[in-house]
């Protein structure tokens, strides 16, 4: 049973920078697309960024765009999220997760088999 891990939540102020980081056990997050979602009180869960199995191919949600980068170590058995400029709008709890099988980036959450148990981030204004 893969378990995921999340890590590197925090309280920043607006235009700052937080790293989250998302850790593997029980199984490989290689040859599979891993996502970032985030879930703000009273809001659906969204996708905010994905990367491809392969490492180059990666996918952000536009509110995100240019601000976040997503990265992975396949060897790690690791994903991050780089998180700069961030904005009160970015306050939410992240998730991330591992695809149901896809290679390529999926923005669906029904695309995603495993899910780590979130790490809160919030940023004041």
């Known amino acids: 049973q893969v378990q995921l891990v999340e890590s590197g939540g925090g309280l920043v102020q607006a235009g700052g920078s937080l790293r989250l980081s998302c850790a593997a056990s029980g199984g490989t997050l290689g040859s599979y697309a891993m996502g970032w979602f985030r879930q703000a009180p009273g809001k659906e869960r969204e996708f905010v960024a994905g990367?491809?199995?392969?490492?180059?191919?990666?996918k952000y949600a536009d509110s995100v765009k240019g601000r976040f980068t997503v990265s992975r170590d396949n060897a790690k058995n690791t994903v991050s999220l780089q998180m700069d400029s961030l904005k009160p709008e970015d306050t939410a709890v992240y998730y991330c997760?591992?695809?149901?099988?896809?290679?390529?980036?999926?923005?669906?959450?029904?695309?995603?088999?495993?899910w780590g148990q979130g790490t809160q981030v919030t940023v004041s204004s």
């Open positions: 990367i491809g199995w392969i490492g180059g191919t990666t």
């Open positions: 997760a591992r695809s149901s099988g896809a290679s390529g980036v999926v923005t669906g959450p029904g695309g995603y088999a495993y």
